[in-house]
């Protein structure tokens, strides 16, 4: 069995808490929060700690805290040469601190606490700098998901940036399209049957397939009385841009 310490209490780390808890060829050594409580609900209180030099013997140590806080917390690990890896998608591997192997366990999915994913489907991409190592990662990531994939660090932020376009830029859409409906006094209900459908469609189409709008037509009709119908200027620049972009790319293909 495999033993693993989690540093941190985030969405990312109590998802990581309860798929290791779930597995049975996974052991849950510890967990270091700052604040117990805010894991209290998923593990007993003996296997939490306040204190990251109180941290237990384990195979893999597992940093799963804010990008910004990754280094400090690597810096600040009192053992050596142990297995440490991060979470993080836009954080190289190298930015671990040097004094113990390096690796990167990065779950490529929205996690909120509120909500709960099944986490066997969610693609881990995983990087070591030992062979070894890899397969002890592979090893862990296998028993936690069925998708997981040897990414480096320059194909993992590159991946980061395309996550943001079609999960954080799209929710933030989603608002904007909600906030149209709101104003106009229609239920935002009607529009979830064709979000759902959107997204079914890239499952066996390529994006650029799936394109459909005023924007993939060059309806310029359509489109000048969209712009007519927004009264906000974000959402009129927004529209623009995007409508530019899907009309520019037609013009490549």
């Known amino acids: 069995m495999i033993s693993i310490s989690i540093i941190g209490s985030g ?3 109590q998802h990581l808490i309860k798929a290791i808890v779930q597995s049975d060829q996974l052991e849950l050594v510890q967990v270091f929060a700052r604040h117990p409580e805010t ?5 007993s209180s003996d296997k939490i700690t306040s204190e990251i030099a109180a941290l237990k013997e384990a195979n893999l ?3 799963s805290v804010s ?5 400090s917390v690597s810096n600040s690990l009192v053992f050596s040469d142990k297995l440490v890896a991060h979470t993080s998608g ?10 113990n192997r390096k690796a990167v366990l990065y779950p490529l999915q929205t996690l909120s606490k509120k909500k709960e994913v099944d986490f066997t489907t969610v693609p881990l991409c995983i990087e070591a ?4 190592d890899l397969h002890l990662l592979t090893e862990v990531a296998n028993h936690l998901s069925v998708h997981v994939y040897n990414v480096n660090s320059d194909q993992r932020k590159s991946l980061h940036v395309a996550a943001v376009f ?4 799209t929710n933030h859409l989603y608002k904007i399209g909600n ?7 229609v239920p935002f209900e009607i529009l979830k049957p064709l979000i759902s459908e959107t997204a079914k469609k890239i499952q066996t189409l390529d994006p650029a397939d799936a394109q459909t709008g005023p924007a993939k037509r060059n309806d310029s009709t359509t489109i000048n009385k969209h712009l007519a119908i927004l009264t906000d200027e974000n959402q009129k620049e927004i529209y623009k841009i995007l409508t530019k972009s899907i009309i520019d790319h037609g013009k490549k293909l």
């Open 166 to 169: 079609v999960s954080n830029f």
């Open 39 to 43: 894991i209290s609900h998923l593990i």
């Open 129 to 132: 700098q030992n062979e070894a």
């Open 90 to 99: 836009s954080v190289a591997m190298d930015d671990l601190n040097d004094s």
């Open 61 to 63: 140590y597992i940093i």
């Open 11 to 13: 969405n990312v780390a």
């Open 67 to 71: 990008d910004d806080a990754i280094q």
């Open 179 to 185: 906030d149209i409906c709101t104003e106009h006094q």
